[in-house]
Protein backbone atom coordinates (compact mmCIF):
# COMPACT_ATOMS: atom_id res chain seq x y z
CA UNK A 1 0.00 0.00 0.00
CA UNK A 2 1.50 3.45 -1.07
CA UNK A 3 0.96 5.39 1.78
CA UNK A 4 -0.76 9.54 1.69
CA UNK A 5 1.70 11.80 0.89
CA UNK A 6 1.23 14.21 3.84
CA UNK A 7 1.18 17.78 2.91
CA UNK A 8 2.03 20.81 5.59
CA UNK A 9 -1.87 21.52 5.22
CA UNK A 10 -2.50 18.29 6.55
CA UNK A 11 -0.67 18.50 9.14
CA UNK A 12 -2.03 21.12 10.63
CA UNK A 13 -5.69 20.18 9.68
CA UNK A 14 -8.68 20.83 12.46
CA UNK A 15 -8.70 17.32 12.95
CA UNK A 16 -5.20 16.34 13.78
CA UNK A 17 -4.75 19.50 15.62
CA UNK A 18 -3.44 18.62 19.07
CA UNK A 19 -4.94 20.80 22.33
CA UNK A 20 -2.81 23.79 22.70
CA UNK A 21 -4.79 25.47 24.68
CA UNK A 22 -4.75 23.96 28.25
CA UNK A 23 -5.55 27.16 30.58
CA UNK A 24 -6.70 25.19 33.54
CA UNK A 25 -3.83 22.95 33.59
CA UNK A 26 -2.93 21.58 37.12
CA UNK A 27 -5.89 23.34 38.15
CA UNK A 28 -8.78 21.15 40.29
CA UNK A 29 -11.83 21.91 39.82
CA UNK A 30 -14.46 20.10 42.53
CA UNK A 31 -17.72 20.59 39.97
CA UNK A 32 -20.94 20.66 41.94
CA UNK A 33 -24.28 19.23 40.39
CA UNK A 34 -27.08 19.29 41.76
CA UNK A 35 -30.98 17.99 40.80
CA UNK A 36 -32.22 20.71 37.73
CA UNK A 37 -32.94 19.93 34.41
CA UNK A 38 -29.78 21.26 32.77
CA UNK A 39 -27.78 18.92 34.02
CA UNK A 40 -26.87 16.90 31.31
CA UNK A 41 -25.26 19.96 29.96
CA UNK A 42 -23.57 20.30 33.01
CA UNK A 43 -22.15 17.40 32.54
CA UNK A 44 -20.99 18.27 29.12
CA UNK A 45 -19.35 21.34 30.01
CA UNK A 46 -17.72 19.48 32.58
CA UNK A 47 -16.22 17.35 30.08
CA UNK A 48 -15.32 20.82 27.90
CA UNK A 49 -13.82 22.09 31.46
CA UNK A 50 -11.32 18.57 31.62
CA UNK A 51 -10.32 19.79 27.45
CA UNK A 52 -9.10 22.55 28.94
CA UNK A 53 -6.01 20.81 31.08
CA UNK A 54 -8.30 20.83 34.88
CA UNK A 55 -8.85 17.77 37.00
CA UNK A 56 -12.62 17.52 38.20
CA UNK A 57 -13.54 15.95 40.99
CA UNK A 58 -17.65 15.48 40.74
CA UNK A 59 -19.68 15.70 43.64
CA UNK A 60 -23.60 15.11 43.26
CA UNK A 61 -26.25 15.79 45.57
CA UNK A 62 -28.54 12.95 45.95
CA UNK A 63 -31.62 14.62 43.59
CA UNK A 64 -28.71 14.94 40.62
CA UNK A 65 -28.54 11.81 41.11
CA UNK A 66 -32.54 11.08 40.45
CA UNK A 67 -31.57 12.91 37.06
CA UNK A 68 -28.63 11.71 35.55
CA UNK A 69 -26.96 8.12 36.67
CA UNK A 70 -23.79 8.51 38.86
CA UNK A 71 -22.31 5.23 37.08
CA UNK A 72 -23.09 7.45 33.60
CA UNK A 73 -21.61 10.79 35.56
CA UNK A 74 -18.50 8.81 35.75
CA UNK A 75 -17.87 7.19 33.00
CA UNK A 76 -18.83 10.55 31.37
CA UNK A 77 -15.64 12.48 33.32
CA UNK A 78 -13.88 9.60 33.96
CA UNK A 79 -13.46 9.98 37.66
CA UNK A 80 -15.08 8.51 40.85
CA UNK A 81 -18.08 10.40 41.69
CA UNK A 82 -18.74 11.98 45.70
CA UNK A 83 -22.35 11.16 47.00
CA UNK A 84 -22.29 10.75 50.48
CA UNK A 85 -21.46 12.82 53.85
CA UNK A 86 -21.29 9.22 55.79
CA UNK A 87 -19.10 7.25 53.76
CA UNK A 88 -17.93 4.10 55.71
CA UNK A 89 -15.36 3.94 52.19
CA UNK A 90 -13.73 7.30 52.65
CA UNK A 91 -14.44 7.72 56.90
CA UNK A 92 -10.74 7.88 57.52
CA UNK A 93 -10.35 10.44 55.97
CA UNK A 94 -13.32 12.73 56.55
CA UNK A 95 -14.46 13.58 52.93
CA UNK A 96 -16.06 16.81 53.08
CA UNK A 97 -12.38 18.53 54.24
CA UNK A 98 -10.63 15.98 52.54
CA UNK A 99 -12.64 17.08 48.97
CA UNK A 100 -12.63 20.96 50.17
CA UNK A 101 -9.07 20.55 50.05
CA UNK A 102 -8.12 19.44 46.79
CA UNK A 103 -9.55 21.99 44.86
CA UNK A 104 -8.72 25.22 43.69
CA UNK A 105 -11.61 25.97 42.47
CA UNK A 106 -15.62 25.31 42.96
CA UNK A 107 -18.86 25.15 40.72
CA UNK A 108 -21.93 24.50 41.06
CA UNK A 109 -23.64 23.86 37.74
CA UNK A 110 -26.56 23.58 37.54
CA UNK A 111 -27.23 25.31 40.69
CA UNK A 112 -31.18 24.47 41.73
CA UNK A 113 -33.16 26.79 43.65
CA UNK A 114 -32.96 24.53 47.04
CA UNK A 115 -29.48 24.36 46.57
CA UNK A 116 -29.25 28.24 46.75
CA UNK A 117 -31.57 28.86 49.69
CA UNK A 118 -29.73 25.99 51.36
CA UNK A 119 -26.11 27.76 50.92
CA UNK A 120 -27.91 30.79 51.41
CA UNK A 121 -28.21 29.81 55.12
CA UNK A 122 -25.20 27.76 55.77
CA UNK A 123 -27.15 24.84 55.69
CA UNK A 124 -24.97 21.84 55.73
CA UNK A 125 -26.98 18.66 55.43
CA UNK A 126 -25.40 16.63 52.87
CA UNK A 127 -21.73 16.37 51.03
CA UNK A 128 -22.04 19.05 48.57
CA UNK A 129 -23.74 21.79 51.14
CA UNK A 130 -20.97 20.66 53.61
CA UNK A 131 -17.75 20.81 51.03
CA UNK A 132 -18.99 24.10 50.22
CA UNK A 133 -18.72 25.23 53.87
CA UNK A 134 -15.32 24.20 54.45
CA UNK A 135 -13.84 25.36 50.78
CA UNK A 136 -11.88 28.48 51.03
CA UNK A 137 -11.64 29.47 47.46
CA UNK A 138 -13.35 30.93 44.20
CA UNK A 139 -17.03 29.39 44.12
CA UNK A 140 -19.20 30.18 41.32
CA UNK A 141 -22.90 29.12 40.84
CA UNK A 142 -24.87 28.55 37.84
CA UNK A 143 -28.63 29.09 38.70
CA UNK A 144 -30.90 26.99 36.09
CA UNK A 145 -34.32 26.58 36.69
CA UNK A 146 -38.11 27.48 35.19
CA UNK A 147 -38.80 31.42 34.95
CA UNK A 148 -40.76 31.44 37.44
CA UNK A 149 -38.51 29.78 40.10
CA UNK A 150 -35.89 32.15 38.81
CA UNK A 151 -37.95 35.39 39.54
CA UNK A 152 -39.31 34.28 42.72
CA UNK A 153 -38.28 36.30 45.71
CA UNK A 154 -37.33 33.80 47.73
CA UNK A 155 -34.81 32.48 44.66
CA UNK A 156 -33.92 36.36 44.32
CA UNK A 157 -33.01 36.98 48.08
CA UNK A 158 -30.55 33.65 48.38
CA UNK A 159 -28.84 34.72 45.23
CA UNK A 160 -28.38 38.41 46.48
CA UNK A 161 -27.12 36.55 49.98
CA UNK A 162 -24.62 34.70 48.06
CA UNK A 163 -23.47 37.51 46.46
CA UNK A 164 -23.45 38.91 49.82
CA UNK A 165 -20.94 36.19 50.82
CA UNK A 166 -18.68 36.99 48.29
CA UNK A 167 -19.77 34.13 45.70
CA UNK A 168 -19.95 34.46 41.81
CA UNK A 169 -23.78 34.02 40.86
CA UNK A 170 -23.93 33.64 36.86
CA UNK A 171 -26.40 34.94 35.44
CA UNK A 172 -28.77 32.76 33.77
CA UNK A 173 -29.51 33.08 29.92
CA UNK A 174 -32.61 34.10 28.55
CA UNK A 175 -34.85 31.72 26.44
CA UNK A 176 -37.11 28.90 26.12
CA UNK A 177 -36.62 26.67 28.84
CA UNK A 178 -37.03 22.74 29.51
CA UNK A 179 -40.19 23.07 30.67
CA UNK A 180 -41.25 24.58 26.92
CA UNK A 181 -42.09 28.25 29.29
CA UNK A 182 -39.92 31.85 28.01
CA UNK A 183 -37.72 33.85 30.10
CA UNK A 184 -35.16 33.93 32.38
CA UNK A 185 -33.38 30.37 33.93
CA UNK A 186 -31.26 28.91 31.18
CA UNK A 187 -27.54 27.21 31.66
CA UNK A 188 -25.71 29.74 29.70
CA UNK A 189 -23.68 28.85 26.24
CA UNK A 190 -20.36 27.48 26.92
CA UNK A 191 -18.56 30.31 26.05
CA UNK A 192 -20.22 32.31 28.93
CA UNK A 193 -18.92 29.72 31.61
CA UNK A 194 -15.79 29.38 30.20
CA UNK A 195 -15.39 32.49 30.36
CA UNK A 196 -16.85 32.96 34.65
CA UNK A 197 -14.19 29.96 34.81
CA UNK A 198 -11.26 31.69 33.29
CA UNK A 199 -11.68 34.97 34.94
CA UNK A 200 -12.10 33.03 38.45
CA UNK A 201 -8.28 32.03 37.82
CA UNK A 202 -7.02 35.08 36.43
CA UNK A 203 -5.63 38.35 37.52
CA UNK A 204 -7.98 40.87 37.11
CA UNK A 205 -5.06 42.99 35.06
CA UNK A 206 -7.37 44.79 33.06
CA UNK A 207 -9.85 45.68 35.24
CA UNK A 208 -11.54 49.20 34.81
CA UNK A 209 -10.07 49.45 31.28
CA UNK A 210 -12.73 50.19 28.29
CA UNK A 211 -11.25 48.49 25.31
CA UNK A 212 -13.10 48.01 21.93
CA UNK A 213 -12.22 44.87 19.59
CA UNK A 214 -12.48 44.08 16.12
CA UNK A 215 -13.00 40.78 13.99
CA UNK A 216 -13.94 38.81 11.37
CA UNK A 217 -14.54 39.90 7.40
CA UNK A 218 -16.01 42.63 5.99
CA UNK A 219 -18.50 41.88 3.38
CA UNK A 220 -18.70 44.16 0.37
CA UNK A 221 -22.26 43.80 -1.73
CA UNK A 222 -22.02 43.64 -5.79
CA UNK A 223 -25.55 43.09 -5.71
CA UNK A 224 -28.11 41.74 -3.65
CA UNK A 225 -26.75 37.70 -3.65
CA UNK A 226 -23.20 38.51 -3.84
CA UNK A 227 -20.17 40.06 -1.81
CA UNK A 228 -16.35 40.48 -2.16
CA UNK A 229 -15.30 38.91 1.45
CA UNK A 230 -12.08 37.57 2.57
CA UNK A 231 -11.40 33.95 4.76
CA UNK A 232 -11.20 35.76 8.22
CA UNK A 233 -12.34 33.51 10.32
CA UNK A 234 -13.32 35.90 13.81
CA UNK A 235 -10.97 33.40 15.56
CA UNK A 236 -8.13 36.08 16.24
CA UNK A 237 -10.41 39.09 17.23
CA UNK A 238 -12.72 37.28 18.94
CA UNK A 239 -9.84 35.16 21.16
CA UNK A 240 -8.95 38.85 21.78
CA UNK A 241 -11.74 39.96 23.10
CA UNK A 242 -12.45 37.02 25.07
CA UNK A 243 -8.88 37.03 27.02
CA UNK A 244 -9.33 40.88 27.49
CA UNK A 245 -12.43 40.15 28.96
CA UNK A 246 -11.02 36.89 31.09
CA UNK A 247 -8.57 40.11 32.26
CA UNK A 248 -11.67 41.95 33.62
CA UNK A 249 -11.84 44.80 30.59
CA UNK A 250 -14.96 46.05 29.43
CA UNK A 251 -15.28 44.80 26.03
CA UNK A 252 -17.25 45.89 23.12
CA UNK A 253 -16.73 43.96 20.25
CA UNK A 254 -17.14 45.08 16.63
CA UNK A 255 -17.75 41.92 14.45
CA UNK A 256 -18.24 41.10 10.65
CA UNK A 257 -20.30 37.99 10.11
CA UNK A 258 -18.36 34.69 10.98
CA UNK A 259 -19.73 31.59 11.98
CA UNK A 260 -18.21 31.11 15.61
CA UNK A 261 -20.15 31.89 18.44
CA UNK A 262 -19.69 34.98 19.99
CA UNK A 263 -17.42 35.18 23.86
CA UNK A 264 -18.88 36.21 26.64
CA UNK A 265 -18.50 40.31 26.40
CA UNK A 266 -20.64 42.80 27.49
CA UNK A 267 -21.67 44.78 23.91
CA UNK A 268 -21.23 43.24 20.52
CA UNK A 269 -21.83 45.51 17.74
CA UNK A 270 -22.54 43.34 14.36
CA UNK A 271 -21.83 45.08 11.10
CA UNK A 272 -21.20 43.93 7.50
CA UNK A 273 -19.11 46.21 5.36
CA UNK A 274 -15.92 48.23 5.93
CA UNK A 275 -17.74 51.04 5.70
CA UNK A 276 -20.29 50.04 8.93
CA UNK A 277 -16.91 48.87 10.66
CA UNK A 278 -15.28 52.11 10.14
CA UNK A 279 -18.86 53.49 11.45
CA UNK A 280 -18.98 51.42 14.42
CA UNK A 281 -15.55 51.68 15.68
CA UNK A 282 -15.02 55.63 14.88
CA UNK A 283 -17.70 56.15 16.62
CA UNK A 284 -17.11 54.17 19.53
CA UNK A 285 -13.01 55.02 20.24
CA UNK A 286 -13.49 58.56 22.12
CA UNK A 287 -14.21 56.53 25.25
CA UNK A 288 -12.11 53.57 24.63
CA UNK A 289 -8.29 52.82 26.67
CA UNK A 290 -7.09 50.14 24.57
CA UNK A 291 -8.29 49.34 20.41
CA UNK A 292 -7.26 46.35 18.55
CA UNK A 293 -8.36 46.34 14.88
CA UNK A 294 -8.24 42.49 14.54
CA UNK A 295 -10.82 42.29 11.57
CA UNK A 296 -9.72 41.57 8.16
CA UNK A 297 -11.54 45.04 7.05
CA UNK A 298 -12.08 45.14 2.90
CA UNK A 299 -9.11 47.51 1.43
CA UNK A 300 -11.21 47.85 -1.51
CA UNK A 301 -14.97 47.84 -1.79
CA UNK A 302 -17.69 47.96 -5.62
CA UNK A 303 -17.77 51.35 -6.50
CA UNK A 304 -21.38 50.91 -6.67
CA UNK A 305 -23.56 47.57 -5.87
CA UNK A 306 -25.77 46.68 -8.41
CA UNK A 307 -29.85 46.75 -7.03
CA UNK A 308 -30.74 43.26 -9.08
CA UNK A 309 -28.97 40.26 -9.68
CA UNK A 310 -26.37 40.08 -11.86
CA UNK A 311 -27.09 38.65 -15.29
CA UNK A 312 -24.77 35.89 -16.59
CA UNK A 313 -24.84 37.49 -20.50
CA UNK A 314 -21.58 39.03 -20.80
CA UNK A 315 -18.37 36.90 -21.47
CA UNK A 316 -16.09 38.88 -19.34
CA UNK A 317 -17.21 41.69 -16.61
CA UNK A 318 -15.83 44.59 -14.91
CA UNK A 319 -16.25 45.79 -11.21
CA UNK A 320 -14.97 49.01 -10.59
CA UNK A 321 -13.62 49.06 -6.94
CA UNK A 322 -13.00 51.80 -4.83
CA UNK A 323 -10.13 51.94 -2.31
CA UNK A 324 -12.41 51.84 1.32
CA UNK A 325 -11.21 54.05 4.54
CA UNK A 326 -7.96 53.35 6.43
CA UNK A 327 -9.79 52.08 9.66
CA UNK A 328 -6.53 52.11 11.86
CA UNK A 329 -4.77 55.47 10.07
CA UNK A 330 -7.78 57.86 10.87
CA UNK A 331 -7.86 55.39 14.70
CA UNK A 332 -4.67 57.01 15.03
CA UNK A 333 -5.04 60.43 13.78
CA UNK A 334 -7.86 61.01 15.82
CA UNK A 335 -6.05 59.45 18.84
CA UNK A 336 -6.59 62.48 21.58
CA UNK A 337 -5.40 60.80 24.79
CA UNK A 338 -3.65 58.16 26.02
CA UNK A 339 -4.82 55.10 23.97
CA UNK A 340 -3.17 51.77 23.39
CA UNK A 341 -3.87 51.48 19.35
CA UNK A 342 -3.11 48.12 17.97
CA UNK A 343 -3.15 46.76 14.66
CA UNK A 344 -3.15 43.15 12.85
CA UNK A 345 -1.81 42.38 9.71
CA UNK A 346 -1.90 39.16 7.24
CA UNK A 347 0.95 39.05 5.13
CA UNK A 348 2.23 36.68 2.34
CA UNK A 349 6.11 36.78 3.15
CA UNK A 350 8.76 39.25 4.33
CA UNK A 351 6.43 38.84 7.71
CA UNK A 352 9.46 40.94 9.54
CA UNK A 353 10.19 43.97 7.14
CA UNK A 354 6.37 44.32 6.23
CA UNK A 355 4.66 44.39 9.07
CA UNK A 356 7.69 46.95 10.64
CA UNK A 357 7.11 48.87 7.90
CA UNK A 358 3.24 49.06 8.48
CA UNK A 359 3.59 49.85 12.32
CA UNK A 360 6.00 52.55 10.92
CA UNK A 361 3.48 54.15 8.30
CA UNK A 362 0.33 53.75 10.15
CA UNK A 363 1.48 55.29 13.58
CA UNK A 364 0.08 52.15 16.30
CA UNK A 365 1.24 51.19 19.37
CA UNK A 366 1.77 47.63 18.16
CA UNK A 367 1.29 46.02 14.98
CA UNK A 368 0.80 41.99 15.18
CA UNK A 369 1.60 40.47 11.79
CA UNK A 370 1.18 36.73 10.41
CA UNK A 371 2.09 34.91 7.32
CA UNK A 372 -1.29 33.48 6.38
CA UNK A 373 0.72 31.12 4.31
CA UNK A 374 2.61 29.61 6.74
CA UNK A 375 1.41 26.41 8.03
CA UNK A 376 -0.89 26.63 11.44
CA UNK A 377 -1.04 30.38 10.81
CA UNK A 378 -3.50 32.84 9.62
CA UNK A 379 -6.96 32.40 8.29
CA UNK A 380 -9.92 29.88 9.25
CA UNK A 381 -7.51 27.43 11.60
CA UNK A 382 -7.42 27.28 14.95
CA UNK A 383 -3.75 28.15 15.62
CA UNK A 384 -1.27 31.14 14.42
CA UNK A 385 2.49 31.97 14.68
CA UNK A 386 2.67 35.94 15.00
CA UNK A 387 5.48 38.76 15.29
CA UNK A 388 4.49 41.67 17.75
CA UNK A 389 6.43 44.60 16.54
CA UNK A 390 6.40 47.84 18.59
CA UNK A 391 6.96 51.25 17.86
CA UNK A 392 10.61 51.25 18.71
CA UNK A 393 11.19 48.33 16.30
CA UNK A 394 11.41 45.84 18.54
CA UNK A 395 10.18 42.60 17.55
CA UNK A 396 8.59 39.40 19.57
CA UNK A 397 8.42 36.40 17.89
CA UNK A 398 5.62 33.74 19.42
CA UNK A 399 5.55 30.01 18.33
CA UNK A 400 3.18 28.10 17.20
CA UNK A 401 0.11 28.40 19.23
CA UNK A 402 -3.93 28.13 19.70
CA UNK A 403 -5.33 31.81 18.96
CA UNK A 404 -6.54 31.68 22.78
CA UNK A 405 -3.26 31.39 23.74
CA UNK A 406 -1.64 34.12 21.54
CA UNK A 407 -4.26 36.59 22.78
CA UNK A 408 -3.27 35.95 26.25
CA UNK A 409 0.32 36.28 24.90
CA UNK A 410 -0.23 39.45 23.37
CA UNK A 411 -1.81 40.90 26.17
CA UNK A 412 0.71 40.46 28.67
CA UNK A 413 2.79 42.34 26.13
CA UNK A 414 0.05 45.02 26.13
CA UNK A 415 0.00 45.17 29.85
CA UNK A 416 3.92 45.15 30.08
CA UNK A 417 4.24 47.88 27.62
CA UNK A 418 1.09 50.36 27.94
CA UNK A 419 -0.80 49.53 31.27
CA UNK A 420 1.64 48.70 33.86
CA UNK A 421 5.47 48.74 34.87
CA UNK A 422 6.21 45.39 35.57
CA UNK A 423 4.32 42.84 35.21
CA UNK A 424 5.21 39.23 37.51
C1 LIG B 1 -37.57 16.50 36.32
C2 LIG B 1 -37.17 17.56 37.31
C3 LIG B 1 -36.48 18.64 36.90
C4 LIG B 1 -36.12 19.63 37.79
N1 LIG B 1 -35.42 20.73 37.32
C5 LIG B 1 -35.07 21.68 38.18
C6 LIG B 1 -34.33 22.81 37.72
O1 LIG B 1 -33.98 22.91 36.54
N2 LIG B 1 -33.98 23.76 38.62
C7 LIG B 1 -34.33 23.68 39.94
O2 LIG B 1 -33.99 24.59 40.70
N3 LIG B 1 -35.03 22.61 40.39
C8 LIG B 1 -35.40 21.62 39.56
N4 LIG B 1 -36.10 20.54 40.01
C9 LIG B 1 -36.44 20.46 41.44
C10 LIG B 1 -35.26 20.00 42.25
O3 LIG B 1 -34.80 18.74 41.77
C11 LIG B 1 -35.65 19.90 43.71
O4 LIG B 1 -35.87 21.20 44.23
C12 LIG B 1 -34.64 19.17 44.55
O5 LIG B 1 -35.04 19.20 45.89
C13 LIG B 1 -33.27 19.77 44.40
O6 LIG B 1 -32.36 19.06 45.20
P1 LIG B 1 -30.83 19.45 45.29
O7 LIG B 1 -30.77 20.94 45.29
O8 LIG B 1 -30.34 18.87 46.54
O9 LIG B 1 -30.17 18.84 44.10
C14 LIG B 1 -36.47 19.53 39.15
C15 LIG B 1 -37.15 18.40 39.57
C16 LIG B 1 -37.53 17.44 38.65
C17 LIG B 1 -38.30 16.23 39.14
Known amino acids: MIAEKQTSSATYSQENMPDYYRPLESRTVLTGFTGGIALCRAVDYSRKIISLGAGIIPVMTRHAAKLVSPVTMAALTGKKVHMELFSLEDAASIPHIELARSADLFLVMPATANFMAKAASGLADDLLSTVLLAFEGPVLFYPSMNPSMYSNPVTESSMRRLRELGYTVVDPDQGKTACGEKGRGRLPSWPAVRQSILKAVTPQTLKGMKILVSAGPTREPLDPVRYISNRSSGRMGYAMAESAATR ?167 EKQFIRSSVD
Not at 304 to 324: M, N, R, S
Open 248 to 414: GADVTLVTGPVSIQAPGVRDICRVETAAQMADAVLGRSAEMDVIVMTAAVADYAPCQACDTKIKKVEDKLTVHLKKTQDILAELVNRRTRNQVIIGFCAETGDLEARTAEKIRNKGADLMVGNDVTMPGAGFDVQTNRVIVVSADGSVETLPMMDKREVAERIWYIV
